[in-house]
């Protein structure tokens, strides 16, 4: 399966607890996004990487939300101190930059997220 | 703000019948959309896509339709199927100076297909 992949695919844990999620995009992406999405919901941007520099980040992204590619390869998506509200589905997302062709961007599974 | 609307939660059609998923935006700085099928648990799967400089284009059983001056899209699917039961999202993107903007999604909408 050459796809996006991430793991864990399901995670619980306690308020207050730090939680890493990875994601491994298509190999040959040099674009790297995440995503949140919860019910009801469309996915809603949270960063992206090019190669391995963060180039944007949302205001959704709080301080205790923190995310790396630090190889330009695979990446991962930390939350410290969960809170109940950061239950959702994390979902990570790859491909080419625009200069390369790639307008389309393919996601992954998803983490689902539940903070008790 | 929501940028891409998707004014229809939900949808029910016959199997073989048309579906007719409708999208809106307001970002006149949109110019390239895409529609996504999810089922749940899973992630976005990518079905179609649109450039601005174009006001159809289709794949299979899939057809988008776009129009810039009403700032609408439409997504067609042709015969309706059982399996195509699942939630649909719009997402558009702007042009800007490092390429393309990161997707804006709209809220979805549930197509159920009953036999």
């Known amino acids: 399966d050459t796809g996006v992949s991430q793991n864990p695919r399901h995670k619980i844990t306690k308020r207050g607890q730090n939680v890493t999620f990875r994601c491994d995009p298509i190999?040959?992406?040099?674009?790297l996004y995440w995503y949140r999405q919860t019910l009801g919901q469309g996915p809603e941007f949270l960063t992206y990487?090019?190669?391995?520099?963060?180039?944007?980040k949302s205001r959704l992204l709080s301080d205790r939300f923190s995310a790396e590619r630090p190889k330009g390869s695979f990446s991962t998506l930390e939350i410290q101190r969960t809170e109940q509200g950061d239950s959702a589905m994390y979902l990570c997302?790859?491909?080419?930059?625009?200069?390369?062709?790639?307008?389309?961007?393919?996601f992954g599974e998803g983490s689902w997220l539940t903070v008790v | 703000d929501q940028q891409v609307k998707q004014n229809s939660p939900s949808l029910s059609v016959q199997e073989g019948r048309i579906s007719i998923l409708n999208c809106d935006y307001t970002?006149?700085?949109?110019?390239?959309f895409l529609w996504y099928k999810k089922y749940p648990a899973e992630g976005p799967t990518f079905l179609i896509s649109?450039?601005?400089?174009?006001d159809k284009n289709e794949d299979g059983r899939f057809t988008v339709f776009l129009n810039k001056s009403a700032k609408h899209l439409s997504l067609h699917i042709v015969p309706s199927q059982p399996g195509d039961s699942a939630v649909y999202f719009c997402?558009?993107?702007?042009?800007?100076?490092?390429?393309?903007?990161?997707?804006?999604f709209g809220k979805g909408t549930m197509l159920l297909v009953s036999p």
């Open positions: 997302a790859s491909s080419l930059s625009p200069t390369r062709g790639g307008n389309t961007i393919y």
């Open positions: 190999s040959e992406h040099n674009r």
């Open positions: 990487f090019q190669n391995e520099a963060q180039l944007e």
């Open positions: 970002n006149s700085m949109f110019d390239y």
């Open positions: 649109i450039s601005s400089i174009k």
């Open positions: 997402a558009a993107s702007a042009r800007v100076n490092s390429g393309y903007s990161t997707l804006t």
